[in-house]
């Protein structure tokens, strides 16, 4: 989409250097006005935008202080007043006079207030914790296992790396690749169905940023033990603890790391 | 007299008002902070409306979140309520407590348990909170992690006796130390004091342990008598003012976080344990005659 | 004028007070206000809350034009006494003629709340009488000695102008005096009410003395003391303002301007205190209890301090407007019109970072639990980049002023060229220095931020201006006059910015009111008596805002009145009896 405030900027400073040169304050003003609203509106160039909030407040403080900044010496401030007086006083600029008095002022004022009533659909935002504290331990069909520091009994067996890591290829592939995706990227071929989407394997942002205790616990709680930021509907995760063994979760953790290449925290 | 200068200060005075007014109306966001309501937790409360009341109080009435955010941030001021419960479980493990006496603790004698990084700002939640409600407050944030074990009314006893015992420690009669006490007698007493009474060994242990990272009892003198060469003054000053105003002078790399003693402990006594701490490691010299001096140091931190 | 005599205008004052005392005694003992179950009465229409909080900001804005007239009143006497200036001994006159009448309308207004108070709020205040009951004794006994005082200062006025000025500018001393110790005990109770002391959870009295020492209690009170010498000033300035835009005479035009400017620069010397004093507050606050500090600065109140920056802004560019325009009746003056640009940049600049918001998100729950802050303005929302911008801001204001005053002049003095160069050098200098000082906040630790660096950052501030002004004392000695300020010849407007600081100061001192009483949130006393009445929630920003205005409309309402009976007394020709 064409971004029109870089214009309104370059517009409003091109106004106020011509008007400063020419010596019209008034329109100096309307173009220091216009340069500024079109800066701060810039801003989403290098940052987030601005609060709307935020912008009207530099705005009114520029309305009011440059005004003050015109009206410091009585010459530039007649000078300052001249455009308004002529235009609400001379015969030869009636026209000006209802255009701008009659037309243009109440248009924008039924514009600003169409854009204040007008009915607004958005969404309401709500905050998801995306990864919840995981708690300090889980039952696994009865076994008590602490998650606290856990470590992967697959991760440290390294003389059936292999092995494990074939197991765990193939429980991802009959379990979990359908939502996961083939490359682990979070695009398998129901991902869509999800709102929000599953989550991708690859990248530094996800396992890579987790302890491989809690993906223990996602994998084999899935949704169900998630606290109330983030249940009961917002992840779709199976739990997988009825239907995978312990070593089994371990191995599919273990292959999901390998094959992204992250480790865990 | 000029007519008019009336009328236009009468709309200056009403247009600047009315545009503050509009200011506060349409700017700043509106909503009311409304007192906390009261709440009612019956016996045998089911658990989870004993822990989305705690939440309640969380955010609500016992503002908590004033320091504690939800996440941990950068620049908090106090730890994170997520992931809570995991860490008091780790903490317990290492610890002659469980859970659910640690928490209670920690809310109520708050200075008890402040982890590493953290200044001991908070209040005693007795003040504010209900002990039903601090039975609620605790088991939300075991459930942060933990497997909640807290329930109403069955902590109760628990937290009576807890509440109990810091009153009860409040009013602990001073130990009498007569004028003329033997050296031998004045150290017992000094390390009653430094292990039990005064708490200090909690943080200062007696010997080496990976787990503490203040300076050990044995090495306490050097410390002191490191920092009093450095600042020219004598050893039993500098010793009393660390006592008293611990803030004073805080060691590199460690924390502003040590309570002042006379809080909990009777000039005597601090005499007592300073001789103590003395005794490890160099000549005592603190006795009932260093008094005045000590009194001064007090005197001294208390006008701060 | 007409004459009254010393004994008859003191008599005349006890008997005001003791008649107002005794309606309102009568009164509390017709209720029987305690003699109830009840711990609330409740107000028709507005409600107990609104009433009270209309009458005791009303009280207090009179209160505070009482005790801050006197000082400037005394302050411009002394100086005209010693000087020999008739102009200053004028204006010192027409403002005792001020504060005389405003004691009246306080006393009335403290009338009022006093019978409000007990019968709206019997169990609140049977609490504080335990408490703090004798110090309310005192209170009476301090009153009838102020009146006594003030009362003899004005009617001796003409008398002992010519034998004995030097007594009757002590009689001036002991007036401030007396109202200093009716300052510091009303501080003791508001004090005692939001950070108290002494008292036992139970709301037992333990020691009577802790309970009046309060944490807030020195530095409020030194707070409202500078306060109330700006809004003293202030009313000046505005009376000043509007004498000099409704008459038509040249002398009159002069003199008024005069007086105006005179006002206006005692205002806001004033006014550069303050920041320091409330932070002094802020600190012992925090220390009271951290968590109602930050439930102050950072909780439910966050947005108020954007509206008070946004106040407190108006304010300094109302007096750089003010100064700026008054270049214009400097002979010479145009030569500094250049810099004025700069100084423009610097205040705007000041201003745009102190109203800042830092969060954006409204609620204290919703920014703990989203958590976001914009990544400009989270950094610029801070106290590091506040305390900067604030004094840059200030500092702008004073060299605003600091060009006006050498603007008709030229230096003669042989060194003439290397001392505007220092000058400026310190100017510069302080100026990055304070900028980097803004900058090396944000990497060190709060505590050493709070406790030396915003120390060190006002130190230079201040000692920038001293240094200013006492180079200039020796620079501009018998220094070429261009010509004659030409007093009078200024337009309308400046003196309508004048007017603006006036009601800016007293909006801002009605949500700032607001904001100390609201600190206690539902605690009349915090943490020992707890509000219990329907009205114990915090108002929204916005009704907030509503009463502020009321209060203060319904001020100047009064003070206007009290003026036009002062101008009206002027119309009696001179010599005229009564």
Same mark, same amino acid.
């Given at each position: 989409?064409?971004?029109?405030?870089?214009?309104?900027?370059?517009?409003?400073?091109?106004?106020?250097?011509?008007?400063?040169?020419?010596?019209?304050?008034?329109?100096?003003?309307?173009?220091?006005?216009?340069?500024?609203?079109?800066?701060?509106?810039?801003?989403?160039?290098?940052?987030?935008?601005?609060?709307? $909030?935020?912008?009207?407040?530099?705005?009114?403080?520029?309305?009011?202080?440059?005004?003050?900044?015109?009206?410091?010496?009585?010459?530039?401030?007649?000078?300052?007043?001249?455009?308004?007086?002529?235009?609400?006083?001379?015969?030869?600029?009636?026209?000006?006079?209802?255009?701008?008095?009659? &037309?243009?002022?109440?248009?924008?004022?039924?514009?600003?207030?169409?854009?204040? *009533?007008?009915?607004?659909?958005?969404?309401?935002?709500?905050?998801?914790?995306?990864?919840?504290?995981?708690?300090?331990?889980?039952?696994?069909?009865?076994?008590?296992?602490?998650?606290?520091?856990?470590?992967?009994?697959?991760?440290?067996?390294?003389?059936?790396?292999?092995?494990?890591?074939?197991?765990?290829?193939?429980?991802?592939?009959?379990?979990?690749?359908?939502?996961?995706?083939?490359?682990?990227?979070?695009?398998?071929?129901?991902?869509?169905?999800?709102?929000?989407?599953?989550?991708?394997?690859?990248?530094?942002?996800?396992?890579?940023?987790?302890?491989?205790?809690?993906?223990?616990?996602?994998?084999?709680?899935?949704?169900?033990?998630?606290?109330?930021?983030?249940?009961?509907?917002?992840?779709?995760?199976?739990?997988?603890?009825?239907?995978?063994?312990?070593?089994? *979760?371990? $191995?599919?953790?273990?292959? &999901?790391?390998?094959?992204?290449?992250?480790?865990?925290? | 007299?000029?007519?008019?200068?009336?009328?236009?200060?009468?709309?200056?005075?009403?247009?600047?008002?009315?545009?503050?007014?509009?200011?506060?109306?349409?700017?700043?966001?509106?909503?009311?902070?409304?007192?906390?309501?009261?709440?009612?937790?019956?016996?045998?409360?089911?658990?989870?409306?004993?822990?989305?009341?705690?939440?309640?109080?969380?955010?609500?009435?016992?503002?908590?979140?004033?320091?504690?955010?939800?996440?941990?941030?950068?620049?908090?001021?106090?730890?994170?309520?997520?992931?809570?419960?995991?860490?008091?479980?780790?903490?317990?493990?290492?610890?002659?407590?469980?859970?659910?006496?640690?928490?209670?603790?920690?809310?109520?004698?708050?200075?008890?348990?402040?982890?590493?990084?953290?200044?001991?700002?908070?209040?005693?939640?007795?003040?504010?909170?209900?002990?039903?409600?601090?039975?609620?407050?605790?088991?939300?944030?075991?459930?942060?992690?933990? @497997?909640?074990?807290?329930?109403?009314?069955?902590?109760?006893?628990?937290?009576?006796?807890?509440?109990?015992?810091?009153?009860?420690?409040?009013?602990?009669?001073?130990?009498?130390?007569?004028?003329?006490?033997?050296?031998?007698?004045?150290?017992?007493?000094?390390?009653?004091?430094?292990?039990?009474?005064?708490?200090?060994?909690?943080?200062?242990?007696?010997?080496? %342990?990976?787990?503490?990272?203040?300076?050990?009892?044995?090495?306490?003198?050097?410390?002191?008598?490191?920092?009093? %060469?450095?600042?020219?003054? @004598?050893?039993?000053?500098?010793?009393?003012?660390?006592?008293?105003?611990?803030?004073?002078?805080?060691?590199?790399?460690?924390? @502003?976080?040590?309570?002042?003693?006379?809080?909990?402990?009777?000039?005597?006594?601090?005499?007592?344990?300073?001789?103590?701490?003395?005794?490890?490691?160099?000549?005592?010299?603190?006795?009932?005659?260093?008094?005045?001096?000590?009194?001064?140091?007090?005197?001294?931190?208390?006008?701060? | 004028?007409?004459? +009254? #005599?010393?004994?008859?205008?003191?008599?005349?004052?006890?008997?005001?007070?003791?008649?107002?005392?005794?309606?309102?005694?009568?009164?509390?003992?017709?209720?029987?206000?305690?003699?109830?179950?009840?711990?609330?009465?409740?107000?028709?229409? !507005?409600?107990?809350?609104?009433?009270?909080?209309?009458?005791?900001?009303?009280?207090?804005?009179?209160?505070?034009?009482?005790?801050?007239?006197?000082?400037?009143?005394?302050?411009?006497?002394?100086?005209?006494?010693?000087?020999?200036?008739?102009?200053?001994?004028?204006?010192?006159?027409?403002?005792?003629?001020?504060?005389?009448?405003?004691?009246?309308?306080?006393?009335?207004?403290?009338?009022?709340?006093?019978?409000?108070?007990?019968?709206?709020?019997?169990?609140?205040?049977?609490?504080?009488?335990?408490?703090?009951?004798?110090?309310?004794?005192?209170?009476?006994?301090?009153?009838?000695?102020?009146?006594?005082?003030?009362?003899?200062?004005?009617?001796?006025?003409?008398?002992?102008?010519?034998?004995?000025?030097?007594?009757?500018?002590?009689?001036?001393?002991?007036?401030?005096?007396?109202?200093?110790?009716?300052?510091?005990?009303?501080?003791?109770?508001?004090?005692?009410?939001?950070?108290?002391?002494?008292?036992?959870?139970?709301?037992?009295?333990?020691?009577?003395?802790?309970?009046?020492?309060?944490?807030?209690?020195?530095?409020?009170?030194?707070?409202?003391?500078?306060?109330?010498?700006?809004?003293?000033?202030?009313?000046?300035?505005?009376?000043?303002?509007?004498?000099?835009?409704?008459?038509?005479?040249?002398?009159?035009?002069?003199?008024?301007?005069?007086?105006?400017?005179?006002?206006?620069?005692?205002?806001?010397?004033?006014?550069?205190?303050?920041?320091?004093?409330?932070?002094?507050?802020?600190?012992?606050?925090?220390?009271?209890?951290?968590?109602?500090?930050?439930?102050?600065?950072?909780?439910?109140?966050?947005?108020?301090? +954007?509206?008070?920056?946004?106040?407190?802004?108006?304010?300094?560019?109302?007096?750089?407007?003010?100064?700026?325009?008054?270049?214009?009746?400097?002979?010479?003056?145009?030569?500094?019109?250049?810099?004025?640009?700069?100084?423009?940049?610097?205040?705007?600049?000041?201003?745009?970072?102190?109203?800042?918001?830092?969060?954006?998100?409204?609620?204290?729950?919703?920014?703990?639990?989203?958590?976001?802050?914009?990544?400009?303005?989270?950094?610029?929302?801070?106290?590091?980049?506040?305390?900067?911008?604030?004094?840059?801001?200030?500092?702008?204001?004073?060299? #605003?002023?600091?060009?006006?005053?050498?603007?008709?002049?030229?230096?003669?003095?042989?060194?003439?060229?290397?001392?505007?160069?220092?000058?400026?050098?310190?100017?510069?200098? #302080?100026?990055?220095?304070?900028?980097?000082?803004?900058?090396?906040?944000?990497?060190?630790?709060?505590?050493?931020?709070?406790?030396?660096?915003?120390?060190?950052?006002?130190?230079?501030?201040?000692?920038?201006?001293?240094?200013?002004?006492?180079?200039?004392?020796?620079?501009?000695?018998?220094?070429? !006059?261009?010509?004659?300020?030409?007093?009078?010849?200024?337009?309308?407007?400046?003196?309508?910015?004048?007017?603006?600081?006036?009601?800016?100061?007293?909006?801002?001192?009605?949500?700032?009111?607001?904001?100390?009483?609201?600190?206690?949130?539902?605690?009349?006393?915090?943490?020992?008596?707890?509000?219990?009445?329907?009205?114990?929630?915090?108002?929204?920003?916005?009704?907030?805002?509503?009463?502020?205005?009321?209060?203060?409309?319904?001020?100047?309402?009064?003070?206007?009145?009290?003026?036009?009976?002062?101008?009206?007394?002027?119309?009696?020709?001179?010599?005229?009896?009564?």
């Amino acid at each position: 989409m064409l971004n029109i405030y870089p214009i309104i900027a370059g517009v409003g400073i091109v106004i106020s250097i011509i008007s400063a040169m020419k010596k019209a304050p008034f329109f100096n003003y309307l173009g220091i006005l216009m340069a500024m609203y079109g800066l701060l509106k810039c801003v989403e160039f290098v940052a987030p935008p601005l609060p709307g $909030q935020v912008i009207l407040m530099y705005m009114a403080m520029f309305v009011f202080t440059f005004l003050i900044y015109f009206s410091i010496k009585e010459d530039q401030f007649q000078a300052f007043l001249r455009p308004m007086k002529t235009v609400l006083a001379d015969d030869d600029k009636k026209i000006l006079r209802v255009l701008i008095v009659y &037309i243009m002022i109440p248009v924008l004022a039924g514009y600003i207030t169409y854009g204040k *009533v007008k009915p607004q659909l958005a969404p309401p935002t709500s905050a998801r914790i995306v990864h919840p504290e995981p708690p300090a331990s889980i039952t696994f069909r009865g076994e008590k296992i602490s998650l606290l520091g856990a470590e992967s009994p697959v991760r440290n067996d390294t003389a059936n790396r292999d092995k494990h890591f074939e197991a765990g290829k193939r429980i991802y592939y009959q379990n979990c690749f359908y939502c996961h995706g083939d490359d682990l990227a979070g695009n398998g071929y129901i991902a869509d169905a999800f709102n929000p989407r599953p989550l991708p394997f690859r990248g530094t942002d996800t396992i890579a940023q987790l302890p491989e205790g809690f993906v223990f616990y996602r994998i084999a709680k899935g949704w169900t033990t998630l606290p109330a930021g983030s249940t009961p509907w917002d992840s779709s995760m199976p739990a997988f603890d009825t239907f995978l063994t312990v070593e089994e *979760v371990w $191995q599919v953790t273990f292959f &999901i790391y390998e094959a992204t290449g992250n480790k865990p925290r | 007299m000029k007519k008019g200068g009336f009328g236009k200060l009468v709309v200056l005075i009403i247009g600047l008002s009315v545009f503050y007014t509009y200011v506060g109306l349409y700017f700043l966001p509106q909503s009311e902070s409304l007192p906390p309501v009261v709440i009612e937790i019956r016996e045998g409360i089911e658990q989870d409306e004993l822990l989305k009341i705690g939440e309640d109080i969380l955010f609500g009435k016992g503002q908590c979140m004033v320091c504690h955010p939800n996440k941990p941030e950068p620049g908090m001021r106090s730890p994170a309520i997520s992931g809570i419960g995991a860490v008091i479980a780790e903490r317990v493990k290492n610890m002659d407590v469980n859970e659910e006496e640690f928490i209670f603790q920690a809310l109520v004698d708050t200075k008890a348990y402040i982890p590493e990084g953290f200044a001991p700002i908070m209040p005693p939640s007795q003040k504010l909170l209900t002990e039903g409600e601090l039975i609620a407050v605790s088991a939300f944030l075991q459930s942060k992690g933990s @497997d909640v074990t807290i329930s109403y009314p069955e902590s109760l006893p628990t937290l009576r006796k807890l509440l109990g015992s810091k009153e009860k420690k409040a009013v602990v009669a001073s130990v009498e130390i007569k004028k003329d006490i033997s050296q031998e007698e004045l150290l017992k007493i000094g390390k009653d004091m430094y292990d039990d009474k005064g708490g200090c060994i909690e943080c200062h242990p007696a010997a080496l %342990d990976p787990d503490v990272e203040f300076p050990i009892l044995p090495v306490l003198l050097s410390e002191v008598q490191k920092h009093a %060469d450095e600042k020219g003054s @004598d050893v039993e000053s500098f010793l009393f003012e660390s006592l008293v105003n611990p803030g004073a002078y805080v060691a590199e790399g460690m924390d @502003d976080i040590m309570p002042a003693t006379q809080d909990e402990l009777s000039p005597e006594e601090i005499i007592a344990v300073s001789a103590y701490i003395q005794s490890k490691g160099g000549k005592v010299t603190v006795s009932l005659d260093s008094l005045p001096k000590l009194t001064k140091e007090i005197e001294k931190a208390g006008g701060q | 004028m007409a004459e +009254v #005599s010393t004994t008859k205008g003191i008599s005349k004052g006890v008997v005001k007070l003791t008649v107002l005392l005794g309606i309102s005694f009568a009164i509390i003992l017709l209720f029987k206000p305690f003699a109830t179950e009840e711990a609330y009465r409740a107000f028709p229409v !507005i409600g107990s809350r609104v009433w009270v909080w209309i009458i005791a900001q009303l009280h207090l804005n009179f209160a505070a034009f009482v005790l801050g007239v006197p000082i400037f009143a005394v302050a411009m006497e002394f100086i005209g006494w010693r000087k020999s200036d008739e102009r200053l001994d004028k204006i010192a006159h027409d403002f005792a003629k001020l504060f005389t009448v405003g004691y009246t309308i306080t006393a009335i207004l403290g009338t009022v709340l006093l019978i409000s108070l007990p019968i709206l709020y019997p169990k609140f205040m049977e609490h504080m009488m335990k408490i703090l009951g004798p110090t309310w004794w005192l209170y009476i006994v301090v009153m009838y000695t102020e009146t006594i005082i003030v009362a003899y200062y004005y009617y001796s006025w003409n008398q002992m102008k010519t034998e004995g000025k030097g007594k009757h500018v002590f009689l001036g001393l002991l007036v401030n005096l007396a109202g200093a110790a009716l300052l510091l005990i009303t501080s003791s109770w508001v004090g005692y009410m939001t950070t108290p002391g002494g008292v036992s959870e139970a709301g037992e009295l333990v020691s009577r003395w802790d309970a009046i020492m309060t944490y807030m209690w020195l530095p409020l009170s030194l707070h409202r003391l500078v306060a109330n010498v700006v809004f003293g000033a202030a009313i000046g300035a505005a009376y000043a303002a509007y004498r000099f835009t409704t008459s038509t005479s040249p002398e009159d035009k002069a003199y008024y301007d005069w007086m105006g400017y005179t006002a206006a620069m005692i205002c806001i010397a004033a006014y550069f205190i303050l920041p320091g004093i409330g932070y002094l507050l802020g600190v012992e606050i925090y220390a009271f209890n951290e968590q109602m500090g930050i439930q102050l600065m950072g909780g439910f109140f966050a947005w108020l301090w +954007v509206m008070q920056a946004i106040l407190m802004g108006l304010i300094l560019f109302f007096i750089n407007y003010y100064l700026w325009i008054s270049l214009n009746k400097m002979p010479g003056g145009e030569r500094y019109f250049k810099y004025v640009k700069l100084l423009y940049i610097f205040t705007l600049l000041g201003w745009a970072i102190w109203m800042t918001p830092h969060s954006v998100a409204v609620s204290l729950e919703e920014a703990r639990r989203i958590g976001t802050y914009h990544p400009i303005l989270g950094n610029l929302g801070v106290m590091a980049s506040k305390n900067t911008a604030t004094i840059v801001a200030m500092l702008a204001t004073f060299y #605003s002023y600091a060009i006006f005053r050498i603007a008709n002049q030229e230096p003669t003095v042989p060194w003439a060229k290397t001392g505007t160069m220092v000058k400026a050098a310190v100017m510069i200098a #302080s100026f990055v220095g304070i900028l980097w000082i803004g900058w090396y906040s944000y990497i060190v630790p709060a505590e050493f931020r709070v406790k030396v660096l915003s120390t060190i950052q006002f130190g230079l501030f201040f000692g920038v201006m001293i240094a200013t002004l006492v180079i200039d004392k020796y620079l501009y000695k018998d220094a070429h !006059i261009i010509g004659e300020p030409e007093w009078g010849k200024m337009p309308d407007r400046s003196q309508y910015a004048l007017i603006g600081v006036t009601v800016t100061f007293t909006w801002l001192m009605s949500l700032l009111g607001y904001m100390r009483a609201g600190g206690r949130q539902y605690w009349h006393v915090y943490g020992i008596v707890k509000d219990t009445s329907p009205d114990a929630f915090l108002p929204t920003h916005g009704f907030a805002s509503v009463v502020a205005s009321i209060t203060t409309i319904l001020f100047f309402f009064v003070v206007a009145a009290v003026f036009w009976g002062i101008i009206k007394t002027e119309k009696v020709p001179e010599g005229g009896t009564s």
